[in-house]
């Protein structure tokens, strides 16, 4: 029974076939006639698709390469067609352009995933052909004044499109059902027999783990075209067959030497584009596909926000403001600009709908049992003398998906990734950190984590001596991950060396570095017992070197501690409030908003004498005036605040400022002060 092609998978994307094309615009017969000649000597040129579909394509190739004589020969003796004769030549044409489609995607596609829908493309290839044949038999071929050799050619290629039947050349159909054997094997936990895996393999001409790599990168665009859950679950349990072959056949990858440059990234899934620091998350700082807006203003990436509220937290990461709502809302204008920037750079960018993390695959049971299989394959090769490669390959496996971080967790990776925490090689130590990093990302692994051995004293240790500033960098990113947990904010916080090495990343580090430590600084800063310990590490100092380069993080810090500090921390950041007020005048909304409210918070807590140092800035009240009007809703009301405490001042009503606070001493350039009790 011939397969319609309703049973296509649906896709996001232009399916392999085009269903109906728009008619060419009306052009003379010459232009016509020399449109279908290119057209013909196009696909003529193109290569039959090699292991799978070969005959099917083969075929229409053929049949092009003799309309392409047929047209040549109308094009040297050109005549006026008639009105039938120009229909026919257009409809052709879109054949044409519908042959052309289906070849050219099913090049770029998985061969994995045309192998499981073999039945309907090679229905497509036989609907293209029954077009063909449609055309041809009401082609007033008698009207052309063709060559008897041409008119030969037309009868043959008739007789061809008649007879062509939808064919499956069995070699597929068998290669087909090893694959989905395979597949369903595994939901009864039964081990792929090596030999059957190279077998399938080589018959679809993967030669080496680099084609096998590509072929993992292609099914998952496939993942992300497809619309119906059904159908993402099958592209999931291909991906998870490709990625298990390749590690058993191949062994674990080389992982790349780091980038001589000291300024490392994170993450490399973009090459080694640089991406502008608003298109990257706050939370993994990397691009974000479906930006959100929360209720404090701030923009992150859907499932990192969606994985932190539904952590438990009800405030913001960036700012540390409690959320009014967790109502989310798609930052439409900045992801277009995201899409126009990957154009621009040449990068693919999955256009996800808003539902965002339901975009994503839903796990299968077969693709869950390929990554138990890979997992502990990995395991075991990390008794092996060289275990770097292997501590890569779980690097990459624990960012896929949550399913894979929980299996190597559950595997007992963790006290084996500890002992190379430590390790003299940079490269090792860098994927050992990393990989700790993205398994934390999964609530469960917070607590494997922080209750394994040595586990917490080895990030700590990396964040103090690692070997490079990318391994320091994700020390402190896997540091703010488990700061995720409330109880673990305390005893992060209670650790000198986790203070004192945040504080001196921060102070010492590159610009991605520095970023990694503010960010996870903020985020236990939000636990007021650890505040004090980080106000006397220098964290306003650190801080303040950072307001040029980083000032959003810089400024939220000094926000945080002053806001959740007592007068110790007014006091340090007392030199800070010049600086304060020119960011409130030259800053961006975001950071303006949190300056001004820094400036509140010490103004209120400090009393005359520190809105004396405000009211001294150059041109203050003119830039509090501007924000007032222009500034966001927050930043409107901390300026008009700012603004009453200098009229009151001015008008030398400290009353209600010293029933609010204690005194203080104004410091002096040449000494620090002291609470006056």
Known sequence: MAVTLEVFPARKRRPFVVGSLDSPPKISDTKLVRSLLLASQEISSMQPLRFILRRNSLSVIRKAKILATVFDELLRSPITYSQSAQLCFEEMQIVMQRIKTLIEDCSRSSKLWLLLQIENVSFSFQELTTDLSTVLDILPVNDFNLSDDA???????????????????????????????????????????????IEIFTDLGFPDSASLNDEIQRLEDETHDQIDERSKSSASS?????????????????????????????????????????????????????PVVVSTGQTYDRESIDLWIQSGHNTCPKTGQVLKHTNLIPNRALKNLIVMWCRDQKIPFELYGDGGVGS????????????????????????????????????????????????????????????????????????????????????????????????????????????????????????????????????????????????????????????????????????????????????VEAARDAFRELPEEAVAVV???????????????????????????????????????????????????????????????????????????????????????????????????????????????????????
């Open 151 to 197: 008119e030969d050619l037309i009868v043959l290629l008739r007789k061809q499109c008649s007879n062509s039947i939808q064919f499956v050349d069995p070699r597929d159909d068998a290669l087909r059902r090893k694959v989905t054997d395979t597949i369903d094997g595994i939901k009864h936990r039964t081990t792929p027999d090596q030999s059957k895996l």
């Open 360 to 539: 994503s695959p839903i796990p299968c049971k077969e693709a869950e049992e390929f990554t138990r299989m890979m997992v502990l394959f990995l395991i075991d090769k990390l008794s092996e003398a060289e275990p770097n490669g292997v501590v890569f390959e779980l690097r990459a496996l624990a960012k896929s998906d949550s399913v894979a971080r929980a299996c190597i967790a559950e595997a007992g990776a963790i006290p084996k990734l500890v002992r190379y925490l430590g390790s003299k090689s940079p490269s090792l130590q860098i994927n050992a950190v990393t990989t700790i990093l993205n398994l934390s990302i999964l609530e469960l692994n917070k607590t494997r984590i922080m209750e394994t051995n040595g586990a917490l004293n080895g990030v700590i240790e990396v964040l103090r001596f690692g070997a490079t500033w990318e391994a320091k960098a994700n020390a402190a990113a896997t540091l703010f991950s488990l700061a995720g947990v409330s109880a673990y904010k305390r005893r992060l916080g209670r650790k000198t060396h986790v203070v004192n090495g945040l504080v001196d990343l921060a102070k010492m580090g590159p610009t991605s570095s520095k970023k990694d430590a503010l960010v996870a600084i903020l985020n236990l800063a939000a636990e007021r017992e650890n505040v004090g310990k980080f106000v006397e590490a220098g964290v």
């Open 238 to 290: 291909l991906i998870g067959l490709v990625r298990y072959t390749n590690c058993v056949l191949y062994g674990p990858s080389t992982p790349s030497p780091p980038p001589p440059h000291p300024d490392f990234r994170r993450y490399k899934s973009l090459s080694d584009a640089n991406i502008p620091a608003d298109f990257r998350c706050p939370i993994t700082l990397e691009l974000m596909r479906e």
């Open 559 to 677: 926000e945080a501690i002053v806001r959740r500090g007592g007068l110790m921390a007014v006091s340090a950041a007392f030199g800070l409030i010049k600086l304060l007020g020119e960011l409130m005048r030259e800053g961006a909304d975001t950071t303006r908003e949190s300056a001004a409210a820094t400036l509140v918070t010490m103004c209120r807590k400090g009393g005359s004498e520190l809105v004396a140092e405000l009211a001294a800035i150059p041109g203050i009240e003119r830039v509090i005036w501007e924000m007032i009007g222009t500034g966001t809703a927050r930043g409107g009301r901390k300026a008009a605040s700012l603004m009453r405490y200098l009229r009151r001042w001015a008008a030398g009503d400290t009353h209600e400022t010293a029933a609010e606070t204690q005194s203080i001493v104004v410091p002096t350039p040449n000494r620090i002060f002291n609470p006056v009790l």
